[in-house]
């Protein structure tokens, strides 16, 4: 397991804008897939963005066009754009990594943005007004 932390949540108006970290010092896997989801208390987590080491991406209908996910190899860092937040995008939000055992299986099974990760962080919460 990659120990996750995560960073950035806040309290913003609607439209207003925030970036989420997730540091992971201990990463040391060649071939992964990282993402974001969120949960609220008591319901279903939504994923809602992930990118792997082949540099795809993939978001949720949900946040297209207004988040942003992307790697910082070197830091060791992930991060989440978000733009236009809206009331509706309050939650708890997770980072999460998976590891795969090489490229071409990565490209087998693919990361959608609603992967089942399972090593995740502690989350950062985000909270919109209107």
């Known amino acids: 397991q990659v120990e996750l932390v995560e960073s950035g949540g806040d309290s913003v108006q609607s439209g207003g804008s925030l970036r989420l970290s997730c540091a992971a010092p201990?990463?040391?896997?060649?071939?992964?897939?990282m993402g974001w989801f969120r949960q609220l208390p008591g319901q279903v987590r939504e994923g809602i963005a992930t990118?792997?080491?082949?540099?795809?991406?993939d978001y949720a209908d949900s946040v297209k066009g207004r988040f942003t996910i992307s790697l910082d190899n070197t830091r060791k860092t992930l991060y989440l754009q978000m733009d236009s937040l809206k009331p509706e995008d309050t939650a708890m939000y997770y980072c999460?990594?998976?590891?795969?055992?090489?490229?071409?299986?990565?490209?087998?099974?693919?990361?959608?943005?609603?992967?089942?990760?399972?090593?995740r962080g502690r989350g950062t919460q985000v909270t919109v007004s209107s």
């Open positions: 999460a990594i998976e590891q795969f055992g090489d490229a071409s299986t990565l490209r087998l099974l693919k990361c959608p943005a609603n992967y089942r990760f399972v090593n």
């Open positions: 990118i792997d080491t082949d540099g795809n991406t």
């Open positions: 201990g990463l040391a896997y060649r071939t992964y897939c």
